[in-house]
């Protein structure tokens, strides 16, 4: 009897987290690079619920530079802190046919790219919480220039100083 017993819980160790979520439900946050992404819709969500932004990392499977950022800045402790500070982080695929919901409309991943008008990867999408776009960024970012752009839009200095005056400034401490 014990021997069934250690059985049957062995294997519903195994198989629980697969038949968690019916297959092809769509996850609110999945924990990846050492951050937790959110799903588009539940972003939005969150960001109106608490004042925060959007961050949208668009990304190719093929991208070297998408897997540099995944594995050179994501991963850093102060990277995730600010990101965890100020946004509701969401990965886009370009190419994918994943549907989303933006703004109450339905579309794939890939459509959304189009309207956003991602044509490089990676992009980073900044959003207010309301879905209007305070700016995108294509390419790689070093680790430093990367964490000063999260401030910069995360504490709504663009609304008064360009990125390059901020830059020198925060180099300065001033």
Known sequence: MNTVKILFVAISLLIGPMTASPIGAPQNEEKKDGLTWYTLE???QLAKKN???VLIFAEASWCPYCKQMKREVFPKADIQNTMEKFYYPVKIDIESSEE???DGRK???KQFSRE???SST???IFMHASGSVVGTQPGYIGH???KALLTYIGTDS???VGFKKYLEGTKTGS
Request: no cysteine; charged share 35%.
């Open 42 to 44: 539940k972003a939005q």
């Open 51 to 53: 004042d925060k932004k």
């Open 100 to 102: 989303v919901m933006y």
């Open 107 to 109: 579309m794939t991943e």
């Open 116 to 118: 956003m008008r991602v």
């Open 122 to 124: 990676p992009t980073f």
């Open 144 to 146: 430093d220039v990367y």
């Open 158 to 160: 663009f609304k008064n």
